[in-house]
């Protein structure tokens, strides 16, 4: 099982696009507002379109001793060395990746349930993504909303059957959600289009860090 920093990880920025900002964009602006975990998530491109930007993604990731993982590519991870990966419900189960990767990268895990989250600490995941918090359109195969009292629940289910796996929120969530969701004893905040659609994305990045 690879080692994870609480630190870096109570802040995750999942990658995306808009009209304004590309993948690299994004990620740069996270990255100068000190987010120190980025998660490139490039669906429906073809790894020969995502090795480019990961590569540029893990210099700076490096320059800026932060945790660089790609959603769902396990075979990319390996070839390029990226810290790890994040898998969702649909991508490759946790166990089959950690028998391709061994223990020194970082596997993620999607889950919606506690059952979700229990099968993942049991298969070796490293963390847990758990949403969506409300209704995204990223997220929109997922269900049930979880709000803030799913997430009560499920962690009040791993405290008392001793499952011990950072997790993070994800899904939905705006700066304004973020103090009551932290209540809940999540261990961080996944976040796309909060930071990128923001109007300063690097400033609105650090605001965010300091609610954390």
């Not at 659609?197 to 400033?203: F, G, I, S, V």
Request: with cysteine; proline share 3%; hydrophobic share 40%.
């Amino acid at each position: 099982m690879a080692k994870i920093s609480l630190d870096r990880f109570r802040l995750q920025f999942i990658s995306h696009q808009n009209e304004k900002l590309g993948y690299l964009d994004g990620i740069r602006e996270a990255l100068a507002g000190g987010c120190k975990w980025i998660q490139l998530r490039m669906k429906g491109a073809t790894d020969d379109e995502v090795r480019p930007i990961a590569l540029q993604v893990k210099e700076w990731c490096r320059e800026q001793q932060a945790t660089f993982l790609i959603d769902d590519r396990v075979a990319l991870v390996k070839e390029l060395q990226i810290d790890g990966v994040h898998l969702g419900k649909n991508d490759m189960p946790i166990a089959e990746a950690r028998k391709i990767l061994g223990d020194g990268f970082i596997i993620g895990g999607t889950a919606n349930t506690f059952e979700d989250v229990k099968a993942h600490y049991e298969a070796g995941a490293d963390y847990i993504g758990c949403g969506p918090f409300r209704f995204t359109t990223t997220k929109e195969k997922l269900s049930p909303i979880l709000g803030l009292e799913g997430y009560k629940d499920i962690i009040q289910k791993m405290k008392e059957e001793s499952i011990d796996i950072p997790l993070v929120a994800i899904g939905g969530i705006t700066k304004e959600d973020i103090p009551e969701i932290m209540k809940t004893g999540v261990n961080g905040i996944a976040l796309s289009g909060c930071i990128l659609h923001a109007e300063n994305p690097a400033e609105e990045t650090r605001e965010i860090l300091e609610l954390l």
